[in-house]
């Protein structure tokens, strides 16, 4: 890992809070922008509720009761509580949100907070920080992590991390995160700490002024250099997926082989080629080189979603983030930034380089 600033010919404009721009495209893995502002539900202790049935709400249904005694909560989510056994009613545990609560009766909940809300809350963990300031932090991002909590995935990500970082993160559009990697890739990420940092890494990865250069492993045995030039949008088969689409956004992408290796599989009755690359990003929608390299035939290693089999000890895509260059957001200076890859990826491109005799 290394870094080799330098200076620019040139410095980025002064921005503004008003100049932060939303979804901007910004890597070849995920979609990626800030937002002008983060919602930012409170995540919150558990809350005991104990309540007596008043007259008035004789013959309610219970989860109706409840929409009113605690009203900071969704009707769907008072539902899955009682649902999940934490609602009582005289001291007996109700499970159907359509009982109807009777006058006298107590009531007694365990509020718990949506699972939503955990993706807002500080989680203190170990960031491989390669470089950090008062406006920029580049982290070199393990494979497994996620970056932006989703559905099925609202704790344990990079934006927890931030936030438990440094205090600023909880004021800035997505703590400060302007792109994003794929959960099953590794390497480089730039991460503003401030607002005005923010925005000018929008500004400069909008106007693709980041050079972000990518390793990965493919099946197959793509030419020596190409360029994919074809637009990317989503599957119109599977939503999950991102294809080659003429209704597309513009995508561009630089590939050079670096080595070929022919495997042997047991499942298969001849060889098959495996292809060491280095991908150049001039654009970077969602999951860019993934859908670039698998349209060509050359999908990637161990990447389920897009035909690519496990091999050389890959149970995850074979792509890293290898290396980062740009300017810095607010001095200017030339900054440039190369990451290792990790242990599986490592392995598994030197036996494709190199030809080690392991890999036959």
């Known amino acids: 890992m290394s870094r080799r600033p330098a200076p620019l010919k040139s410095t980025p404009a002064p921005v503004s809070q008003a100049s932060v721009l939303d979804d901007v495209d910004a890597d070849g893995d995920e979609d990626s922008g800030v937002d002008t502002v983060i919602a930012s539900p409170s995540a919150g202790p558990v809350r005991e509720l104990d309540h007596r049935v008043e007259p008035g709400a004789h013959g309610r249904r219970l989860d109706q009761m409840l929409v009113g005694l605690a009203g900071e909560f969704s009707r769907s989510h008072l539902q899955s509580l009682i649902e999940r056994g934490c609602v009582q009613l005289d001291g007996q545990v109700v499970q159907t949100p359509s009982r109807k609560v009777h006058m006298g009766q107590r009531l007694q909940a365990r509020l718990e907070p949506t699972a939503e809300s955990q993706a807002f809350v500080a989680e203190p963990m170990d960031l491989a920080i390669v470089f950090e300031d008062e406006h920029l932090l580049i982290v070199n991002k393990p494979a497994g992590m996620v970056v932006h909590p989703a559905a099925g995935n609202w704790s344990g990500t990079l934006m927890n991390g931030l936030l438990a970082h440094h205090t600023a993160a909880a004021g800035l559009p997505r703590a400060g995160i302007v792109h994003r990697l794929d959960k099953d890739t590794s390497g480089l990420m730039v991460v503003g700490k401030s607002l005005q940092a923010c925005t000018a890494l929008v500004r400069v990865i909008a ?121 810095h957001p607010v001095t200017g200076l030339a900054l440039d930034f190369e990451a290792d890859l990790p242990a599986d990826m490592a392995t598994a491109w030197a036996q494709v380089v190199h030809n080690g005799a392991e890999s036959v």
């Not at 513009?250 to 009755?269: F, N, Q, S, Y």
């Not at 389920?304 to 300017?327: N, S, T």
């Open 207 to 327: 106007a693709r002024d980041v050079h972000r250069q990518y390793r990965a492993i493919v099946w197959g045995r793509p030419p020596a250099q190409l360029r994919i030039d074809a637009p990317v949008g989503r599957d119109p088969v599977s939503r999950v997926r991102m294809a080659v689409v003429a209704s597309g956004r513009p995508a561009m992408t630089d590939v050079e082989t670096l080595g070929t290796i022919e495997h042997e599989m047991a499942e298969r009755p001849r060889a098959m080629a495996i292809s060491a690359v280095q991908c150049t990003l001039h654009t970077g929608r969602t999951h860019q080189i993934r859908v670039h390299l698998s349209s060509r035939g050359w999908p990637l290693l161990a990447d389920a979603l897009y035909g690519g089999v496990p091999a050389l000890g890959l149970e995850r895509q074979a792509l890293h983030a290898a290396r980062l260059r740009l300017a």
